[in-house]
């Protein structure tokens, strides 16, 4: 099957003199990109597609560093840290699921997957294993902008001011101000959304929430997330609890929703 070949940048953002406006009109710089730019590491085989996604997020004010295989993502996101990683699934030889798996041994940086594929499978493998948003291809630029802000909004400008209290439940401790997370003085590996799901749950001990309130509480600017989704993310914060003790902290309340044991040890 012949691969889609996306228009150049300047076809999607073609600026004339005038009255005429831009073909696709992509987003103003987000507030939190100028007064520090994020860099912003966009992964994918084909030239083309990087080039169109490096161009609208640098259109929006963003930094981006591009790698066309799954070898050299790795080393990128290794030494250059970025604040958040776009990746295509379908990579040739090592593919986007593996460099996931590899930069999540030793780091928690946010995750966009890109795919060709729409399969629910591959939407719910990419979230378990530490993607925080997922984009099916074609897709448009300028959503994929706004899903990056969102993003980026969770993991940094989201983040509460200082003196909002530490969240203690049990051996369980949650210190939003500083987005960090110990069970029985251990670090929790979460990602910038799985932390947003276990603060909401911890917050409210013995409170029942169903998927639609996880949702609306620690989802706010994404719309677009099922309830598979959301069980997901509930599955790996219990694996991960579970690796330092805390298997048992969080409960499922059949055909309702979830809790944090009130009574946690």
């Keep these: 099957m012949r691969r889609r070949r996306w228009p150049s940048p300047a076809a999607l953002c073609q600026i004339t003199t005038g009255k005429s406006r831009p073909k696709l009109p992509l987003p103003a710089r987000d507030e939190l990109n100028r007064a520090m730019p994020s860099t912003i590491l966009v992964v994918d085989d ?16 963003m930094r981006t560093l591009s790698a066309g295989d799954g070898a050299t993502a790795i080393e990128l996101a290794q030494r250059a840290r970025p604040d958040l990683i776009v990746l295509d699934i379908g990579l040739p030889e090592v593919d986007g699921l593996e460099v996931c798996r590899q930069v999540r041994k030793t780091s928690d940086q946010p995750m966009l997957f890109l795919s060709s594929r729409a399969e629910e499978i591959d939407r719910i493998l990419g979230i378990e294993l530490g993607g925080d948003d997922y984009v099916t291809k074609p897709f448009s630029p300028r959503e994929l902008v706004a899903r990056v802000n969102a993003i980026l909004r969770r993991s940094k400008a989201g983040l509460p001011a200082d003196g909002e209290p530490v969240i203690t439940l049990g051996a369980l401790s949650i210190d939003a101000a500083r987005h960090s997370a110990t069970y029985n003085g251990t670090d929790l590996p979460l990602t910038a959304l799985e932390f947003a799901v276990l603060k909401t749950l911890a917050a409210a001990p013995g409170v029942v929430f169903d998927r639609q309130r ?3 509480t620690a989802y706010p600017h994404n719309i677009h997330v099922s309830d598979r989704t959301v069980d997901s993310h509930i599955r790996n914060i219990r694996a991960k609890l579970a690796a330092v003790g805390g298997e048992n902290l969080i409960e499922t309340v059949h055909g309702v929703g979830f809790r944090c044991r009130a009574n946690a040890p």
């Excluded at 083309?48 to 929006?60: D, G, N, P, S, T």
């Design 46 to 61: 084909d030239p083309h597609i990087r080039e169109v996604v490096c161009f609208a997020l640098e259109h929006a004010g």
């Design 214 to 216: 996880i949702v609306a």
